[in-house]
């Protein structure tokens, strides 16, 4: 009964490839987010989406584009994937929009490695 | 300059010691403030979480903020083995956009017995 879960745990593949990170939540929440990790543990939003609608979009490649079919699942597809996209991918959720008291919780994260 | 500073470490203590870490920022309109523990390969649960200056106890673990000085910290008394972790700052900075955590790059600790 995993609160946030993401799919794959592990993703290894060469550049130019295209691949999906899956994200689902059962907590309830209405908004969710996709935060990157690099190499040096630094941990930087991506985007968030609130009841599906995407509310912040923070400057990363077009080649990276967030798909919500429903408000506990928020799923991201990479295009042409670079070796500098090597990263942990954490998904998070939050019961409303994340403000002040509203705790986010994060999955397991998804260890990508670009060959 | 990051939005927020956070000395990566690793730090290093023995058990029972207490333990300081520390968080700086630039951006005055961060309105809430948050440590978060993150074991190796897993993700970042949130410890403990404050809004006005001042301090905030929870068992062994004390929140600090001073916004006047725009310097946050958190102190673990007693220090565990299991305590081993990274701990990071996080902060909150509101827009019509939404919120998203504004996180420092994290302090690695491992206590020793």
């Known amino acids: 009964d995993t609160a946030v879960s993401q799919t794959p745990k592990y993703l290894v593949t060469q550049m130019g490839n295209d691949k999906s990170i899956k994200c689902e939540q059962n907590?309830?929440?209405?908004?969710m987010y996709w935060y990157k990790q690099d190499s040096k543990k630094f941990l930087k939003i991506m985007f968030s989406?609130?009841?599906?609608?995407?509310?912040i979009n923070e400057t990363v490649p077009n080649r990276f584009s967030p798909k919500s079919p429903d408000k506990a699942h928020l799923n991201l597809h990479i295009n042409s994937l670079e070796l500098g996209d090597s990263a942990v991918y954490f998904c998070?959720?939050?019961?409303?929009?994340?403000?002040?008291?509203?705790?986010?919780?994060f999955g397991p994260g998804t260890r990508l490695t670009v060959l | 300059q990051k939005e927020v500073e956070q000395d990566p470490g690793p730090l290093s203590v023995p058990e029972g010691a207490i333990v300081s870490l520390n968080c700086t920022y630039s951006n005055s309109a961060f309105q809430y403030f948050m440590w978060y523990r993150q074991y190796s390969r897993k993700g970042p649960e949130l410890l403990m979480y404050?809004?006005?200056?001042g301090n905030k106890e929870d068992g062994r673990f004390t929140a600090q903020v001073d916004k006047s000085s725009k310097y946050i910290s958190l102190f673990i008394r007693d220090s565990q083995p299991s305590d081993s972790a990274t701990y990071l700052c996080a902060m909150i900075r509101g827009s019509n956009s939404g919120y998203a955590l504004n996180f420092g790059k994290g302090t690695s600790l491992l206590v020793t017995p």
């Open positions: 989406y609130n009841n599906k609608e995407l509310i």
């Open positions: 404050t809004y006005s200056s």
């Open positions: 998070a959720s939050s019961r409303k929009q994340g403000g002040g008291t509203d705790t986010q919780y």
């Open positions: 907590l309830g929440h209405d908004t």
